[in-house]
């Protein structure tokens, strides 16, 4: 069995923030799939499936960003999932603008949500999807930046990157060696 949890923002202030581009991946993905997000446990929405034949659990943790770990571990031990069955997707100020960096394990960077996830599972051992969202712009605040609005000109090649992110996820489920994208 897999996990596959997508980081961001609960509520519609946030839907379309470059900080919910994991939420807005786990979405699609649970679309391609037939998943429905329709339970609700571990302070997270989520739904079982399967996706190249393997058993899988997608989720959005709604503790918002920086608790994502909690939610993630206690769905992790829960379902006995280890960590090398469960993929984090989220986004990330140090890629290039839709391009999709995908990693075995790291450290979290300057991403909150991630740090809250490698220290609630205890391990930087585990597949993540990052999403890039480029560089905080000039005379921005980081966290203005990250929850501010996709804007509509561009927000369609955000929104492409989330189908190859979601290949990605697919290909490591399938147990392929996926680059980056």
């Not at 609960?10 to 979405?27: C, D, I, Q, R, S």
């Not at 712009?137 to 990157?161: A, T």
Request: net charge negative.
């Amino acid at each position: 069995m897999w996990l596959i949890a997508g980081l961001g923002n609960p509520g519609k202030e946030y839907a379309y923030t470059w900080h919910n581009m994991g939420f807005l991946t786990v979405e699609l993905l649970a679309e391609h799939n037939g998943i429905s997000l329709n339970k609700n446990k571990f302070d997270a929405r989520y739904g079982k499936g399967k996706i190249e034949e393997c058993d899988v659990i997608i989720m959005e943790p709604l503790t918002f960003m920086n608790n994502s770990g909690i939610s993630v571990a206690a769905a992790s031990k829960f379902f006995k999932i280890p960590a090398d069955h469960v993929i984090v997707v989220y986004d990330d100020i140090d890629i290039a603008r839709g391009k999709i960096r995908v990693r075995d394990k790291g450290s979290a960077g300057t991403h909150n949500g991630m740090k809250s996830v490698i220290a609630h599972m205890g391990t930087e051992v585990f597949p993540r999807v990052r999403i890039g969202t480029g560089p905080v712009p000039e005379h921005w605040d980081l966290v203005d930046y990250v929850l501010s609005e996709v804007p509509k000109d561009i927000r369609q090649e955000i929104f492409d990157s989330f189908e190859t992110a979601c290949d990605a996820v697919s290909e490591i489920i399938a147990g392929k060696k996926v680059s980056d994208k």
